[in-house]
């Protein structure tokens, strides 16, 4: 047996201090090198640091949360036979490169500890998700399930780019089908694609996406409405995502969407629609109007004449992953943080042209050139309606509400831009599933 003293690595130039955040193994684990054995925060940074040699943990010699000087003792370990990488001759430079291949996260954070027991004795259960708390933090912000996203990480931990895929829509969290799982339904006018959360035994809700997005926008929405016991069905709509089908024109976007029903043996559902989707639920609702038992619109389209014409314009003119970066923002007050795989997957999308012809149809220069009123006027007699905005919009503004028929339901939500199921998605839930209103 070869017992020596695992001290305080420096992992920055600067470093002249680290907290001990937690350990990835307990007294009595052998680990390899490389394996991550310790989280470290300085003032930069929280950081895994890996073993730079095989050994076995024996003791540890601090507490969690204690600051220790570099050099200090942390923990007695064994590195039996093999070559003494504790020494003193260990260079500063070895530690920092070895330390760079650790996820690390702004200080601050409340930093993952091990799937193990932890030697303060304080017991975390076996299977919990392994994710850096940056990971957690972005996910608690868009109203993420952390477990329902995969982790490419090490050992499949859960890191900052993957819970940027999944709120882009474009990763494969538990809650929203892969791209292998999408259906498809044939249609006279071509093929329509479409997430469905299966037959519940509640009632079915329709979830119509806003203009330059897709199925994938309604991941949180979805997951909620889907353990409520709805059956939840969100379709991408002509000219978007997967559909075959184009639009030129928004009332191509509701076009097809009775048959779609038909072919889905849905007889009747409950509407949630963002934007341009509103457009499509109100020409839905208008030409099958028992067919649609309740109305929630979010930030919808066509109640006034003010509109962001730069951003429609611009999502349908984006051609590389900057401009995509840039308009996105626009959208939510959380900002939209996308990994630059995930931007460039969309902005190779938009660069189809597919939203030109429907740009141009919904936003020219005196504003919006769709009108959603005369249509819910004629609907709030006899269908219960509801509108939601967010009071920091940007695309649209909330003060179009003042033009809504008395009828109508107004929900105003702060902190909230064009996308309030993005930036209070638990608010925008419960207003959903509130008692004595659909869904």
Do not use: C
Request: charged residues 25%; glycine residues 10%; aromatic residues 2%.
């Amino acid at each position: 047996m070869s017992e020596r003293i695992l001290k305080m690595p420096r992992l920055g130039e600067t470093m002249e201090e680290g907290k001990i955040v937690g350990w990835l193994i307990k007294p009595g684990d052998s680990f390899s090198r490389g394996d991550p054995i310790i989280e470290i925060e300085t003032d930069k940074t929280i950081a895994e640091f890996p073993a730079l040699g095989d050994g076995r943990l024996k003791e540890v010699l601090v507490e969690i949360g204690d600051m220790i000087e570099v050099g200090k003792a942390l923990a007695r370990i064994d590195i039996g036979s093999g070559p003494d990488w504790t020494s003193e001759d260990g260079s500063d430079a070895e530690l920092e490169t070895e330390a760079a291949t650790a996820s690390e996260v702004p200080a601050g954070s409340t930093a993952n500890t091990a799937k193990e027991p932890r030697v303060d004795g304080i017991s975390r259960p076996a299977d919990r998700v392994r994710a850096t708390p940056l990971a957690r933090r972005i996910a608690r912000r868009h109203g993420l399930d952390i477990g329902s996203i995969s982790g490419t990480g090490r050992r499949g931990r859960i890191e900052k780019d993957d819970v940027l895929v999944a709120v882009a829509g474009k990763s494969v969290p538990s809650a929203m089908p892969v791209a292998a799982d999408v259906s498809y339904a044939s249609l006279r006018r071509g093929r329509m694609a479409y997430l469905d959360s299966g037959k519940a035994a509640g009632d079915a809700v329709l979830l119509l996406h806003g203009f330059s997005g897709d199925r994938t926008t309604w991941a949180v929405v979805l997951a909620g409405l889907k353990r409520a016991g709805k059956r939840v069905i969100a379709p991408d709509l002509p000219g978007h995502g997967l559909t075959a089908i184009e639009a030129t024109s928004p009332s191509d976007l509701s076009a097809d969407l009775v048959e779609f029903l038909d072919a889905l043996d849905v007889a009747e559902v409950d509407i949630v629609a963002h934007s341009l989707g509103a457009v499509a639920a109100l020409g839905l609702a208008g030409s099958e109007p028992r067919r649609v038992r309740s109305l929630s619109l979010i930030a919808p389209a066509g109640i006034g004449s003010e509109i962001d014409t730069g951003f429609v314009h611009g999502m349908a003119g984006a051609r590389a992953s900057g401009e995509v970066a840039h308009l996105l923002r626009r959208l939510s007050v959380n900002g939209i943080e996308l990994s630059e795989a995930a931007l460039e997957a969309i902005a190779a999308d938009l660069a189809r042209g597919r939203l030109t012809a429907l740009a141009d149809s919904v936003a020219g220069p005196s504003g919006q050139r769709v009108d959603s009123l005369m249509a819910l006027q004629k609907l709030v007699a006899s269908t219960p309606v509801r509108v939601l905005f967010g009071l920091e919009d940007r695309i649209i503004p909330w003060r179009h509400v003042l033009a809504l028929p008395p009828r109508v339901a107004i929900h105003l939500l702060s902190r909230s831009g064009h996308m309030p199921q993005w930036d209070q998605p638990k608010d925008v839930l419960e207003i959903l599933l509130s008692k004595g209103e659909v869904p």
